[in-house]
């Protein structure tokens, strides 16, 4: 999943993409110096020797190129204030990621634009009357484009606040985060509707080997199992479930030791991966069962409760219990992904969810403001929010992570 940058000139899409890039640990490209790497011309020549209707086919051609050659794998991508204008430029992004659009005011954008070097052939050229303007020509090109900038329904107004706290902001709006920490390269957390039928191909895109043992219980694998094996299958992975008892009485060593046998039984080695579909108690369970089998492979959190979302499936503590006390024993091992389906909360009973609900007001007191108004307002208009809720609480989760890696005050 591409994340693309689009807006008017001087919304501050360059800018923005590197620092978003470096945050989520993807590529960054700009379309517009891939046009004129690959043409040996400046934007204002091409524009000035071809015209805008070669220049925004040419726009087009590099970016199917850029996209359906995966030249640089996942990215984000800065586009041109126009990149979108040509409806199969849109349909092709729109299919390919998700488009993010920077707005601001228009005397924040011609002041931005005023201060900058940088030559815009839309505001520079003859052909938009020299009599003009640069103020002017902005207004008209901003008038003839606010149907169509108005139609992309994700909007972030960059006038707001600083470059990285908008960065935060985006990461937050999008649900996509990268957490750093603990010594290791980092996981992505990416929070998305419908997402467990795309869990093959996202473990395919980081790389992660199989066999996979997706390790659920017994509550939550009648849901989603067949769904999580489709989606592994039609990857090219071969998978299989390794189902356990539900409860907390059965998060035990000999829980644990079945999963081993089951990992054996699959043949899986050191470049295989485990799935953990479901609540606290799996992904505690499975986390340890891979962080522990053939001293450790690598591991695939998938929430299913809005406690694992929240809190639990975040920051890699991984154990079981002993008749003496909770979690006494464990092992911190990161995941390589986590990927929160906020559809599957449409499964739990109400209780389940008003248990989670007490993570989520500790983080919007810790640390979101607005989180906290939302479970404030009532139980009503948190059903209605989950998505966001889910989303929020994640955030402020791996913040605090990333402040201290091994949660020594949460």
């Known amino acids: 999943m591409n994340l693309f940058l689009y807006g008017p000139s001087g919304a501050g899409k360059s800018t923005l993409a590197k620092k978003l890039a470096r945050a989520l640990n993807l590529s960054f490209i700009d379309l517009d110096s891939e046009i004129e790497n690959r043409s040996g011309l400046s934007i204002p020549d091409i524009f000035a020797s071809k015209g805008e209707s070669a220049f ?179 990857a090219g992975y071969s998978a299989e479930m390794v189902i356990f008892p539900a409860g907390e009485q059965n998060k035990t060593l000999e829980t644990i030791a079945g999963f081993w ?39 695939v959190g998938v929430p299913t409760t809005l406690l694992a979302m929240a809190d639990s499936s975040l920051g890699g503590k991984t154990g079981f219990d002993l008749p003496q006390g909770k979690n006494l024993i464990g092992a911190f091992h990161p995941p390589h992904l986590v990927l929160a389906d906020p559809e599957t909360l449409a499964s739990l009973p109400q209780r389940e969810l008003r248990s989670g609900l007490a993570e989520v007001v500790k983080s919007g007191l810790i640390a979101d403001k607005e989180l906290f108004e939302i479970c404030r307002q009532g139980w009503e208009k948190v059903e209605n929010r989950l998505d966001e809720i889910v989303r929020r609480s994640m955030a402020v989760k791996i913040e605090v992570i990333e402040a201290d890696p091994y949660e020594k005050g949460f």
């Open 56 to 234: 925004r086919l040419l726009e087009h051609e590099t970016l199917s190129t850029l996209i359906l050659e995966s030249v640089k794998g996942d990215s984000v991508i800065a586009l041109g204030g126009g990149a979108l204008l040509k409806p199969e430029s849109r349909s092709l992004a729109e299919s390919h990621g998700r488009v993010l659009l920077l707005t601001a005011p228009f005397e924040v954008l011609l002041k931005r634009l005023s201060e900058s070097n940088e030559e815009r052939p839309l505001l520079s050229s003859p052909e938009r009357s020299a009599a003009q303007s640069k103020g002017e020509k902005l207004k008209n090109l901003l008038a003839s484009r606010a149907e169509h900038y108005a139609s992309f329904p994700l909007q972030i107004n960059t006038s707001t606040t600083s470059p990285a706290k908008l960065v935060k902001r985006i990461q937050r709006e999008l649900g996509w985060f990268h957490v750093r920490g603990m010594g290791r390269h980092g996981y992505d957390v990416r929070v998305r509707p419908g997402g467990i039928d795309s869990l093959g191909a996202m473990l395919k895109a980081r790389g992660l080997g199989g066999p996979v043992a997706v390790v659920s219980d017994s509550n939550v694998a009648p849901l989603y199992g067949e769904r999580v094996l489709k989606s592994l299958a039609d």
């Open 261 to 299: 046998q089951s990992f054996l039984s699959l043949g899986m080695d050191r470049k295989s991966t485990v799935v953990a579909l479901g609540g606290g108690v799996t992904g505690d369970l499975a986390g340890y069962a891979a962080a522990s089998y053939l001293r450790g492979v690598a591991w």
